[in-house]
């Protein structure tokens, strides 16, 4: 393995080709996630595209926050819920 | 008996447009993201449709690169890729015969640590990957993104299939 690391290493980044070293902030990308997917659902969905902008907006939002509030409520099993079973189980 | 006439009734609401089936359209959209609907004459919704499509089909592939669109590797994930169309098959095709080595038995794959690609596409041992194949959240985000996009891009095939021309709403309710 340490014998292919150098020359990987000093290759340059290739965009398109090569991935890019986000593993420390992975979930950054799901805001441009949630925008895309916005972006093409309310251009299917919005009858008047002077409000289309607007639309995106809100729904970029409602999408980012449900997610924040879906990690919350995972965590929260996982960390109290599930300990707590595990410690008053048998 | 009063003879007051009863007061006029409202006019009523215009019928909404009727859905016609477009199947150029459907072959547009399904060729180009946005297309079905510019044929259609909704030139600024097919153009939001096509950045929105290919932004996150190509956003996927600066996150992962190359390596999250599959068709070998990856084909229940590639199923939901292909739906942004041709360019999708494309990207795989140059991936697949650009990228990818053949090994001795003839089976083809990613270039593994101090292995090359010769001119055939053979492994070259000793060499370096023709590319660095993404892993773990990096690789999934991409893969999520490349087929985010086909599947939002199967929304408007339909949509521009089954055509209903888009009037303005003079007041709020339903879709917006």
Not at chain 1, 7 to 17: D, H, K, M, Q, Y
Not at chain 1, 58 to 81: H, K, P, R, S
Request: aromatic letters at 10%; a positive charge; glycine letters at 10%.
């Amino acid at each position: 393995m340490t014998m292919m690391l150098p020359a990987l290493l000093t290759a340059a980044w290739r965009p398109f080709i090569d991935p890019l070293d986000l593993h420390a902030l992975w979930w950054v990308l799901l805001i441009p996630m949630a925008l895309g997917v916005s972006v093409v659902y309310k251009a299917v969905r919005v009858r008047d595209l002077s409000r289309y902008w607007r639309e995106v907006a809100i729904m970029t939002t409602q999408i980012v926050l449900a997610m924040i509030l879906l990690g919350a409520a995972v965590y929260l099993f996982i960390e109290f819920y599930v300990v707590w079973v595990a410690d008053h189980a048998g | 008996m009063s003879s007051a006439p009863y007061p006029a009734a409202p006019a009523a609401p215009a019928p909404a447009p009727e859905e016609t089936f477009q199947p150029v359209a459907l072959v547009l959209a399904a060729l180009f993201p946005g297309a079905g609907h510019i044929y259609l004459g909704e030139v600024k919704r097919g153009v939001l449709i096509a950045a929105g499509v290919l932004g996150l089909f190509v956003g996927g592939l600066l996150i992962g690169g190359i390596g999250v669109v599959d068709r070998r590797d990856n084909f229940i994930w590639f199923m939901g890729q292909a739906l942004v169309g041709p360019v999708a098959f494309g990207v795989d095709a140059a991936h697949q015969s650009m990228f990818k080595v053949v090994d001795p038995s003839g089976y083809r794959r990613p270039a593994r640590p101090n292995e090359g690609r010769g001119d055939k596409g053979q492994v070259v041992y000793g060499g370096t990957p023709p590319y660095i194949r993404s892993l773990g959240r990096v690789h999934e985000l991409g893969t999520l993104f490349a087929t985010i996009a086909g599947m939002m891009n199967l929304i408007c095939i339909i949509d521009a299939s089954f055509h209903a021309p888009r009037t303005r709403r003079r007041s709020g309710g339903g879709a917006r």
